[in-house]
């Protein structure tokens, strides 16, 4: 990548690779145009706005909103999120989500062995 592309005149970086540099590998929430919710790790964006989210979890409504209804995610893992279908995308901070596959216990399985 072109260092000049990234930095205006005087030599400093522009507030928007900042903001997307502070993002890259957090946990991020993507409202798409249709109303789905991805939860997952930003890992990367390009010039058209699209997104590319890691360890990514399918969401009917936002999984983390007041009275929504626990649901099963639908787990796509890598997905690639073109920037003309995101409504919205902020940092998800909500640290344990109940819902999420990934949440069960350690010891989940082995009381047989």
């Known amino acids: 990548m072109n260092?000049?592309?990234?930095r205006d005149p005087e030599g400093e970086e522009r507030s928007g690779v900042k903001i997307l540099k502070s993002w890259l590998n957090k946990n991020m929430k993507v409202e798409m145009?249709?109303?789905r919710v991805l939860v997952g790790i930003f890992l990367c964006t390009d010039r058209a706005g699209n997104v590319i989210i890691?360890?990514?979890?399918e969401y009917t409504s936002d999984p983390d909103a007041p009275g929504g209804e626990?649901?099963?995610p639908r787990i796509l893992g890598l997905a690639?999120?073109?920037g003309h279908h995101i409504g919205r995308?902020?940092?998800?901070?909500?640290t344990v989500r109940n819902s999420s596959p990934c949440n069960v216990d350690s010891d989940e399985g082995l009381e047989g062995l």
Do not use: F, H, R
């Not at 260092?3 to 990234?6: I, N, P, R, S, Y």
């Not at 890691?54 to 979890?57: D, R, Y």
């Not at 995308?89 to 909500?94: A, S």
């Open 3 to 6: 260092v000049d592309l990234v």
């Open 33 to 35: 145009s249709d109303g």
């Open 54 to 57: 890691g360890s990514c979890n």
């Open 70 to 72: 626990a649901e099963e």
């Open 80 to 82: 690639m999120v073109p």
């Open 89 to 94: 995308i902020w940092v998800d901070d909500t």
